[in-house]
């Protein structure tokens, strides 16, 4: 009898791969962050896991201790959002490192393939997957605007070119990633991957869409969904003023605040992002023409997307 020699995919997914770490933080979401981290613990790459419990005060780190003791855990005593992630970035020494939130969870053999990417490319800083919507693997509706991504990139990129990311769906370079100084503490959480973009694309990093690095996501229903729209406006207007040029910054603040609803949450994000000026003001800085390019072509599909509305 002769016996099938393994293909190269099989042989590679059976043993560990230490190119790839996962950060993932987590607030208030005790058993979503437990099925996270079993998720994690299946995964044939076996990552090293750090994960960053943002204050929670439902037991979370506590749990996280006993049933994941594997798992490396910040139990920070107060919620830093995004940059509980920088914190984690600190704890690994992979040079790849994949953001989890605690309701998605990457399929077996995505994290390698990024990893085979990024080590491909050495210009590349972030690789961003496609996105399932579970329960029933659904195609998320932003795929088809990364697949169809109007950004021009060089050459050599191994998919299309993206203009920002989406930390829950990507795999980072972590010395781009540290070189730009990761996630904004003034920005906090919602739609901070945008400036961070900004910033590794203005330090020469480039930014691709792989459909076939794949991440599930079951959105949670332990949220406060105005909360979050309400930050995520007020982080996309300072974005606006940070980084573009005038006249885009006005036609773009023109086109956000067109499409967002006429209400109190709108109004509430407003007010944040004018208390905000001083400081943006201060520490403006427009994008050079070549990554601004980028920006400007995304503009359009900003302007249709069903996928990017400032809506509850």
């Known amino acids: 009898m002769t016996e099938t020699a393994p293909t190269p995919d099989t042989a590679q997914g059976a043993r560990p791969d230490e190119r790839v770490s996962v950060v993932m933080i987590t607030y208030n979401r005790r058993d979503e962050a437990l099925l996270a981290l079993a998720r994690l613990r299946e995964l044939p790459e076996q990552p ?24 490396e855990l910040v139990a920070s005593p107060v919620n830093l959002g995004a940059v509980g992630r920088n914190v984690a970035m600190d704890r690994v020494r992979t040079p790849f490192v994949a953001f989890c939130d605690d309701d998605t969870w990457w399929e077996p053999g995505s994290l390698r393939r990024a990893a085979d990417a990024l080590e491909a490319h050495p210009g590349l800083g972030v690789v961003t997957g ?41 795999v980072v370079r972590r010395t781009a990633f540290r070189e730009v100084g990761g996630f904004s503490e003034r920005l906090w959480l ?28 079951q959105a949670s229903k332990v949220r406060d969904p105005h909360l979050r729209r309400r930050h995520g406006l007020r982080n ?28 109190r949450v709108t109004a509430l994000g407003l007010f944040d992002a004018l208390r905000g000026a001083p400081w943006v003001l201060r520490e403006r800085r427009p994008l050079p023409e070549r990554v601004e390019r980028r920006f400007r072509a995304l503009e359009e599909s900003q302007r249709s997307s069903a996928a990017r509305r400032y809506v509850s």
């Open 236 to 263: 996309t207007l300072w974005f606006i003023w940070l980084r573009r040029p005038l006249r885009a910054a006005l036609r773009r603040t023109r086109d956000v605040l067109g499409g967002a609803p006429r209400d």
């Open 130 to 170: 496609r996105i399932l919507v579970e329960p029933g693997a659904r195609e998320d509706a932003i795929n088809a605007e990364l697949l169809h991504s109007p950004v021009e990139g060089p050459a050599w990129m191994p998919g299309p070119a993206l203009g920002s990311f989406l930390a829950g769906a990507s």
């Open 48 to 71: 090293h896991v750090v994960v960053v419990d943002n204050g929670s005060e439902d037991g979370t780190a506590e749990a996280l201790r006993e049933q994941h003791p594997w798992a």
């Open 190 to 217: 919602g739609g901070e991957e945008e400036l961070l973009a900004a910033d590794l694309a203005t330090a020469g990093w480039e930014l691709v869409h792989l459909p076939d690095v794949v991440v599930h996501h």
